[in-house]
């Protein structure tokens, strides 16, 4: 057994993959004027948000999808998509969760995520969205006494509309790129978090992204808002059945902090990653995730873990807009098999005396493709800012890649900037070294990408650090051997 | 009883083990000394089945038992463990959460439960007194950063941990001041039993002059040509290799 046999990689499978027979109301394949107003009806919106829509939809016509990203896949068909499916429900609305359909239920439950007023996570307040709608928020009531809302997109435009008037599209605009403005278009569902001032929100938000219908779209928008001195900690996960046809996610996800806020915006994506041995099937995951310092000493921290999807593109960013803000970035990266992933982050410093952290973790197995692609942008009124940068890949095998792209424009000269890059291979003496002290190829394995990653785990909320390194050992189960 | 029988083995079509036999008895201290590329390490590697020597012919058997076809991680938690000369770095792997795993892996290969956490933790840290060593190196990622002798320590720690049948020291002496060197040898010394088993790779008989052996073999292109008693390292001391060189015993 040695690392040269690294090619002969089994087909650990999907845990996830299963798919919940469930009737689904769908509107119709395809993506035009008609098809944007229906999915508003279907929501019953205001106006306003009608009006958003037809914008984006029509600059989204004049755009192209952009090509820059080291990814390869063959061309996606907008029009072969379904851009609204829901799990078919009473027409009544839903009082408690125990009026929620038993299937959606034992889904959410198989998936780890119970949504039972017994069962439910302890100090976790969970939104869990099926498709393209919310099927149930726990612990909403005692989020409110603290004045902290938490609710499904759809609820806040109709409870919240002054706020979500003011707040959306204010960091990712409509034109912001190709897959914002078809999100800006077709968005259905995805949560809303207010933090009133002064509040520490009392537990963990988290949402759980489920898609469940084939040749499906879900394009969800999360909105944040974290008011003067208030702290959140929001966490999202996601997963998919298996299919052998792609399905699009392109979601758009805004935070926006204000004077001495600060906002945890932790993910655990595990979306399918396709077949291990054709690459057929798997989700495209287009995600724009930005925040707005836009207060004093504000502070927006990502931690992503990508581990699934056939595609992932996605740059988490900071706009360091307030003076003293903090802007970070931790991710762990890793692809297997045929996946690629083009991920990394920006970070733009437009206040003075701002600081960014980017700790980037990309590590490649099988045949996949692995690419970090960073920005750092200091202004010239970003005076004496500073940003560290450490990006570091490890590669497993022989018919991986690793690429790394920094971009770094400074335009004054009192700013600080420090980048460390290192690509490290598991090498057979370390494996070696693991097994000889009793410890099997897979678990020293484990442990070496565990300890590479050690950096990025530790900004995880503690509930979750655990859950990541075990999806890691199952990403890399018969990956040596 | 630890047996190797005929050992035979080669990397890139070059041999390097000839035919090398040795048996060393339960509670028995063997040394083995050679000049540079006459097998040395390459022996501790067979042992401890290294993946760059691809099917090794021979024997090598623990109480009876075969061992030679066993994986490394089998090897091991069949009792055998390597002190290595150069021991590897596992960045961002905490040395006491490494320990642990190691030694639960031999637990769970002994169908024993795991060590409870308390035990370990109290078992750690008279393990550490036998070296005087301080409690801060088990919150260190493992090997990563430590000097040529804290790393040479690790090794002789993981050794008193894992509690082991047989033991190589490959030169473990190399890279150790003096007290460093003491020290070590008390370890080891603080370790020897009526049932363990040990097998010193050096190149120097200091380290014999602390931990003194049954048996010294002497060994040049790919197996022994001479053993003796403990004197026979300082004869070599005295007269070099090349004396014993067409000496076959």
Redesign the interface.
Known sequence: ???KEFSDIANKEYEYGFKTDIKTELIEKGLNEDIVRKISAKNNEPDFILEFRLKAYKHWLTMEEPDWALLDYPEIDYQALHYYAAPEKPKEKLKSMDDVDPELKRTFEKLGIPLNEQKKLANVAVDAIFDSVSVATTYKEKLMKHGVIFCPFSEAVEKYPELIKKYMGSVVPHTDNYFAALNSAVFTEGSFVYIPKDTICPMELSTYFRINAEQTGQFERTLIICEENSYVSYLEGCTAPKFDTNQLHAAIVELVALDNAEIKYSTVQNWYAGDPKTGKGGIYNFVTKRGKCLGKKSKISWTQIETGSAITWKYPSCMLIGDDSIGEFFSVALTNHHQQADTGTKMVHIGKNTKSTIVSKGISVGKSVNTYRGKVQMNKSAKESENFTQCDSMLIGDECSANTFPYIDVRNASSNLGHEAATVKV????L??????????E??LT??V??????VFKELPTEFAVEATQLLSLKLENTVG | MFEIKDLKASIEEKDILNGLSLTIKPGEIHAIMGPNGSGKSTLAKVISGHPDFEDPEGDIKLDGKDILDLEPDERANEGVFLAFQYPVDIPGVNNSEFLRMAYNAKQKYQNQPEIDPFDFESLIKEKLTVLNMKEAFLSRPVNHGFSGGEKKRNEILQMLMLDPRVVILDETDSGLDIDSLKQVSDAINHFKSENKMILIITHYQRLLNHIVPDTVHIMADGKITKSGDKSLALTLEDQGYDAFKDNQS
Not at chain 1, 427 to 430: A, D, V
Not at chain 1, 450 to 455: L, R, S, V
């Open positions: 057994m040695s690392l090498s057979e003496e370390q070696f070294y693991c097994q000889q002290r009793g410890i099997s190829l678990d020293a442990t070496i565990n300890g590479f990653c050690a950096d």
